[in-house]
């Protein structure tokens, strides 16, 4: 407004209250706005198998990829490069699993009891840290494992394809596809076994 000749314009300098209420809102709002954009990502557990029956991975398997988001934990010498020979259902409903990986340069045989948890196809076990073990897809000749290691360096993800021959149909290779992409694991972290010196046998 003028008046006099003089122009009357509303100060833009804040006093230290209002600032420090502006700096209140501010904070208050970039919270509430990354609150939503945490709300609308992907929480949910890793999926488990619809209707998963234990009695349908039971028996030889034979491991065609792992893929992992520490791509050296399944390369030459890393700890989760095993190949998987079987899976037994015990009469408790834990799994015992079996697979072979190479120490010391030479094959050796172990295994590993997934114990069930409350999830029908959630299993954990311990393994350099504690284990999740989920089955994600199976299907006439292909399984699809998620495992999930916790300790003291951090989280570290490895996802496994197994067929019951050395070759798995469409249908597996795109489920193991798109669960390895939902995990953050890119094809550059994944390594194809099928052509792979295979350790299945003892001493070998």
Known sequence: MQQN????????VLRPEQRSHAVEMKLLLLGVWLGLAW???????????????????????HTIKLGATNRSVIEEGGSYLCFM???????????????????????????Y???KTSTPG?????????????FVATGRDF????????????????????GRTFLVDKEGEEAYRKHTLR????????VDLSAHVRCTSLGS
Not at 46 to 58: I, L
Not at 155 to 160: A, D, F, G, S
Request: with cysteine; net charge negative; glycine share 10%.
């Open 39 to 61: 709300a609308q990502q992907d929480q949910s557990p890793v999926p488990v198998q619809p209707g998963f029956d234990p009695e349908q991975v039971e028996g030889p398997w």
């Open 143 to 162: 399984l699809i494992m998620d495992l999930e290691n916790h300790n003291e360096a951090g989280v570290l993800i490895v996802v496994e394809l197994h």
């Open 183 to 190: 995990r953050g694991i890119g094809q550059d972290h994944i």
């Open 5 to 12: 000749g003089a122009v009357h314009t509303t100060s833009s």
């Open 113 to 115: 009891i997934g114990e």
């Open 85 to 111: 020979s079987d899976i037994k259902l015990l009469e408790d409903g834990n799994l015992n699993i079996t697979y072979f990986h190479k120490e010391d340069g030479v094959c050796v045989q172990e295994f």
């Open 122 to 134: 959630r299993f954990t076990f311990e393994y350099e840290g504690k284990n999740f073990l989920t």
